[in-house]
């Protein structure tokens, strides 16, 4: 398993039990099951563990209209305001591709995972194997209007 990266919060890491990984992985492969990628065939599933304890999922959506596509995070995301309201904070976020190639989130989507995680840590595929990194590592000026 990677190491967290020494600018994660400590209470941030404690929360993050090796358990609560593997259901985190384990939920972003089920949902990568589901992606609808007729036209780049690269699918791509994601979960978040919410800081209530809950895990959300979700697939990369295509669409004829490429800008139209919808990315597995935020697929991820925007099912878990849906299911609980504004108020979500995120701890993690796991993705993963059926390629097993290296797949960190695009900018989209580290900026909408900093929107309700900034302090959350990312799970994916790098070029080395499996990487861990703050999203802050990977979205360094990433910003909240609240």
Not at 94 to 118: D, K, L, M, W
């Amino acid at each position: 398993m990677p190491t967290v990266k020494k600018d994660v919060p400590a209470s941030t890491r404690e929360r993050l039990a090796r358990a609560a990984r593997k259901r985190l992985h384990a939920a972003a492969r089920k949902a990568m099951k589901n992606a609808y990628a007729p036209f780049s065939n690269f699918q791509v599933g994601a979960a978040i563990l919410t800081a209530d304890g809950k895990i959300f999922s979700g697939c990369n959506v295509e669409n004829s209209s490429y800008g139209m596509t919808n990315c597995a995070e935020r697929t991820a995301i925007f099912s878990a305001v849906a299911a609980g309201g504004p108020r979500l904070e995120i701890l993690a976020v796991a993705v993963t591709n059926a390629q097993g190639v290296p797949c960190s989130p695009c900018g989209a989507c580290r900026q909408v995972i900093y929107e309700f995680g900034p302090d959350a840590i990312v799970f994916y595929q790098g070029q080395d194997g499996d990487a861990e990194s703050s999203i802050t590592e990977l979205l360094p000026e990433g910003f909240r209007l609240r």
